[in-house]
């Protein structure tokens, strides 16, 4: 496919440019100027200049200089946001300047909502927006993590990822859902939390978006501004427009970036003479016979050896396999037109590296937007991307290089001198893997367009209708090598007698037609609009895998090479789902004072049957913006505009497994007659009354402005009860089959979102500034489970979770400790103990029940592994050419609890963090923090408050320092604008996981995930 790309991009190229010239033929005379500020006269780049009743126009360069074609009796419209629109007659003038107001009031500023928009002034919903400018400020390999720390109420989980795969997760007031019948490390499942996300109309994947395509970014939040979503709106909805063609001037853009990753957390092992030592005090406290190696001969000998292929470190992967990493991304854009036809298009290439080798990912896509006025009462937009996403992590899954980088990998040296790898007595080495273990190779084609017309019916009736489609075409060749290596220190050996090939094929493919008929009519003081619509949606998933092993070499990765025997296998499915929908809804306003909203969606899908296959979501809203009544005059100087607002409504959920309502069957053989015959069964019984999961949301909120409309509050009250989660509530034995999953369970969330915004006046020295912040407070808790649970996922040394009526979703759960056992004494005294022969410096676990022993009775929350508290500071400054940018974000009330090696401070073969250095009891140690090591016994390291860290977090997410270029220079190389960056991410951290060297944005567990990097970012924008 890549190797087509240049072509198809010059031949889409050269089609814009002719559409383009087409339309600048049309114009009459060219008029040129410059447009400043009222206040203290300088440039204004980025304001929009548009001919007036048409939708022709440009936008001024950075030094507040513009040019287009218009006819000689046209009236130039200036506008840009936090500035007065001003029309000038241009008539037979060339050069017309302009002086723009600061606007003050910032009224009509529009907020995108499902299927439209609406004056943030007549909002009485909670919606959260952010501009594209914002997003591309962060140099990010995927749109979610920009989100982090800019909007009240929107938590963004940024958990790392190997490229291509990121793991940023979304959660739009909390945690409304789980699924009991899957869990991790992580705790149960919470991918049904995800918010939806519609991009220009249709349902899109935010990893699938290239983020200098993104021209705006709201957020809904409140069930008023998602019931007109549904049964897909309960986690919140994510609304994307795209940029498109603004006027008829040829606009060519060019955004690239080139960025060195490293990673931001590097675990430090023991020293070598002190892990050996911290052996011996494991070895004889466990009253095991001491291995040679830590006799006081061997620890000497390995202290004071130069040759480590003989006497190697106990561990030094981070160290050898981790490295700085480069990532670019390169997009061109160019726009234009005339009055009837505008077109976008942009390009982009992304090439990420891993700091690993052998991870990596590459992207191309294609985007095509445009948009045609057929008359003046007929549009029609058309747009189409593609993207191509390449991806390479090594075979053995993206989490089991670093597995090894902990576990069952000591004393083995990397790499020999003559290329053969060293081996850890288990026989691992990580580097190994990586390197000969085999390649893992993920190809996804994705494509998505649709086709919209819009009919002016008649003054203020408008019929849309959009018909779209996306799809996803996945390959994946996942090829295990073949190889014996022999570490020739030790003799250990490893053999991977059989290569072997799994091959996958995952498509999907979705049409969604959306139909909308709106009417809008003002008269007098009152403003009325109204929508209809009808929406349906289809979908077809297709998956087949097939396996073979014994390949004639490495280098044959041709499904059909391998043997044609027994060992083969291979699998298939196929789902098929659908959702129809009408809904509609109605806005009211009495002179932009009182203010009514009412939204209803009746949904259909195919995931539920009978009289649960339907229903209906319902939402209504009011505001009263107290500032415009006559009483409020004699405050408004003080108090600006102050609007209160509140919202009632029900969502709903339909991620729900499909065909969860069918009598399944599964495959089960039988003997009859002595002979082998397949055959079927019912395994679990079918719930045909399974229904959606629903969530009830009550909000409360104010927007106020102070200062001349500069600094503007916006504070939100919500309650959230989700209702009908699903729960496999017993059934009696006698029927002989499984529990169904029925709608039983209900979770409520409530919390409050502060957002203050303060943008600085201009001063005359060229010196701006506008500082930001929000605050996001969540408190969840499970509060019906009718009768059932407490649901446990985990074990004593992993973490362990639970779901119990009272407690918020996956709380960490455990034992209570009170230090450590000092005495043989203080242990006869106290009575309960964890383990037998109980000894000074073992965890002195808490008897919660009084029963005299530690049993699972005496466990309890301990925990909490979502956080209670989210925040964001940001501050934006500029001054003539300079711009500076500063993002902190951060968590508070969050917990993370160790495990696997981090945890078992060198009682098993594992990584021992240097933390634990000198720092373990003894006899001659008993103040020490952490208790004595025991070699194989694991009975100081079960699940309790002393493997949990508070989990809170301040980091400077990002920095950016920008130079625009003097207009005069730039003239020069006949270029509109140059900007020149340079940006860091995830500069620094205040977090207890430091000492640990974990990043605190990470779940819970071994800490196995793919690091965390820092992104040291030069950039480049360009506009010709």
Do not use: C
Not at 179 to 203: H, P, Q, R, Y
Not at 350 to 374: A, C, T
Not at 786 to 798: C, E, F, H, R, V
Not at 904 to 923: K, L
Request: avoid cysteine; glycine fraction near 10%; proline fraction near 4%.
């Amino acid at each position: 496919m890549f190797k087509n790309f240049p072509q198809l991009i010059s031949g889409l190229f050269f089609l814009v440019v002719l559409l383009a010239l087409t339309g600048l033929q049309a114009h009459a005379q060219t008029i040129s100027g410059t447009v400043t500020s009222a206040a203290d006269k300088s440039a204004l780049p980025g304001i929009n200049i548009v001919i007036k009743n048409t939708v022709t126009g440009t936008t001024t360069d950075a030094e507040g200089k513009y040019q287009l074609n218009a006819p000689t009796d046209a009236v130039l419209v200036f506008s840009g946001i936090g500035y007065v629109t001003q029309e000038v007659e241009a008539g037979k003038r060339t050069i017309v300047d302009a002086q723009l107001a600061a606007d003050t009031r910032q009224l009509d500023e529009l907020v995108v909502v499902g299927y439209g928009t609406q004056k943030k002034t007549s909002l009485t919903n909670s919606i959260a927006q952010i501009s594209g400018e914002e997003i591309t400020r962060r140099p990010v390999s995927s749109v979610q993590q920009s989100f982090q720390g800019v909007m009240p109420g929107v938590t963004v989980l940024d958990q790392g990822g190997s490229p291509g795969r990121s793991n940023a997760a979304i959660r739009v007031r909390g945690i409304t859902t789980f699924n009991i019948n899957n869990s991790s490390t992580s705790g149960f499942d919470l991918g049904k939390n995800d918010a939806l996300v519609i991009v220009d109309g249709i349902e899109q994947r935010l990893s699938d978006l290239n983020p200098d395509d993104i021209e705006s970014v709201s957020v809904l939040k409140d069930a008023s501004s998602t019931a007109i979503y549904g049964s897909r709106a309960t986690n919140g909805v994510v609304l994307i427009r795209t940029k498109r063609a603004a006027g008829s001037k040829v606009q060519v853009n060019y955004h690239g970036y080139y960025a060195i990753q490293k990673s931001t957390n590097v675990p430090k092992m023991m020293g070598l003479e002190a892990y050996m030592r911290e052996q011996v005090a494991a070895y004889t406290n466990a009253g095991a016979t001491l291995p040679a190696r830590f006799t006081e001969e061997s620890i000497q000998t390995w202290i004071h050896a130069t040759d480590r292929e003989r006497y190697p470190l106990p561990n030094t992967w981070f160290q050898t396999l981790l490295h700085a990493a480069p990532q670019q991304n390169h997009t061109f854009s160019i726009a234009g037109g005339n009055e009837s036809l505008r077109t976008r298009l942009s390009v982009r290439y992304q090439d990420q590296k891993g700091v690993i080798d052998n991870f990596g990912n590459k992207i191309g896509e294609i985007r095509l937007n445009s948009d045609y006025e057929v008359s003046k009462k007929i549009r029609v937009s058309a747009d189409v991307n593609y993207r191509f996403n390449k991806t390479l992590s090594p075979t053995t899954n993206a989490n089991a290089p670093l597995d090894r980088f902990f576990h069952g990998s000591l004393w083995a040296v990397p790499k020999y001198a003559d290329g053969t790898y060293g081996l850890s007595t288990q026989g691992n080495n990580p580097l190994m893997f990586i390197e000969i273990g085999g390649l893992s190779r993920q190809t996804t084609d994705y494509l998505s367009g649709y086709v919209k017309a819009d009919w002016d019916i008649a003054e203020g009736l408008t019929f849309s209708t959009q018909l779209a489609g996306r799809g996803f075409f996945t390959q994946q060749k996942n090829y295990t090598n073949s190889y014996t290596n022999i570490d020739k220190n030790t003799n250990i050996t490893k053999v991977i007698a059989n290569n072997s090939l799994t091959e996958v094929r995952d498509n999907l493919k979705e049409y969604t037609l959306n139909n909308l008929l709106t009417y809008e009519k003002s008269w007098g003081p009152h403003n009325f609009k109204g929508l209809l619509g009808y929406s349906q949606i289809g979908n077809t998933q297709t998956f087949l895998s097939a396996y073979r092993e014994r390949f004639y070499n490495n280098d044959i990765g041709s499904i059909g090479q391998g043997a044609n025997d027994g060992t083969k296998s291979n699998d298939g499915r196929d789902a098929v789902y659908g959702l129809r929908s009408f809904f509609g809804r109605i806005n009211y306003d009495f002179n932009e004072k009182y203010l009514l909203e009412v939204n209803a969606r009746y949904d259909g899908s195919s995931k539920f049957t009978g009289d649960k296959q339907y229903s209906i979501f319902p939402s209504f809203s009011a505001g009263w913006r107290i500032s415009k009544e006559n009483f409020w005059q004699p405050l408004e100087k003080t108090i600006n505009d102050l609007k209160f607002r509140g919202s009632w409504g029900i969502t709903g959920n339909q991620s729900v497994d499909l065909y969860s309502y069918y009598a399944s069957l599964t495959a089960a053989g039988y003997n009859l007659g002595g002979a082998s015959v397949p055959g079927y069964r019912q395994t679990t019984l079918a719930n045909t009354g399974l229904g959606w999961e629903s969530t009830t949301q009550l909000d409360l909120g104010l927007d106020a402005s102070f200062l001349g409309n500069r600094l503007n509050l916006t504070v939100d009250y919500y309650r959230k009860l989700t209702n009908d989660i699903l729960l496999n509530l017993d059934i009696p034995a006698t029927i002989g089959l499984n529990a169904p999953p029925q709608n039983a369970g209900s979770v409520e969330n409530k919390g409050w979102e502060f957002a203050l915004n303060y943008r600085g006046t201009p001063a005359p020295s060229g010196f701006r500034y506008n500082l930001g912040a929000n605050l996001s407070i969540n408190e969840n808790k499970v509060t019906d489970l009718k009768g059932t649970g407490p649901y446990l996922a985990g074990s004593d040394i992993d973490p362990r979770y639970i779901i119990a009526k009272g407690l918020p979703i996956n709380t960490l759960w455990g034992y209570k400790t009170d230090g450590l056992f000092q005495t043989q004494q203080e242990i006869a005294e106290y009575g309960a103990t964890y383990a037998a022969n109980t000894k000074p410096g073992d965890v002195k676990y808490l008897d919660l029940n009084g029963d005299k022993r530690i049993s699972a009775d005496d466990m309890t929350a301990i925990g909490n592994s979502f956080p209670k508290y989210t925040f964001g500071l940001n501050g934006d400054f500029s001054y003539k050419n300079f711009e500076l940018n500063i993002l902190f974000q951060g968590t508070a009330k969050v917990d993370a609890r160790l495990a696997g090696a981090l945890a078992e401070m060198g009682n098993q073969e594992g990584f021992t963090h240097e933390i634990y250095t000198n720092n373990y009891w003894t006899p001659e140690n008993t103040g020490a923090r952490f208790p004595r090591p025991v070699k194989f016994d694991l009975r100081n390291v079960a699940t309790s408050d002393r493997l949990v860290i508070n989990g809170s977090y301040l980091r400077l997410k990002n920095v950016q320092v920008a130079y625009n270029l003097p207009a005069a220079l730039v003239k020069k190389i006949y270029l509109g604008r140059v900007r020149v960056y340079a940006s860091a991410t995830n500069v620094f951290t205040i977090s207890k996981l430091n000492e640990w060297n974990l990043d605190p944005e990470v779940p819970s567990g071994r800490g196995v995930y793919y690091p965390q990097t820092a992104l040291y970012t030069l950039g480049l924008n360009l506009q010709f």
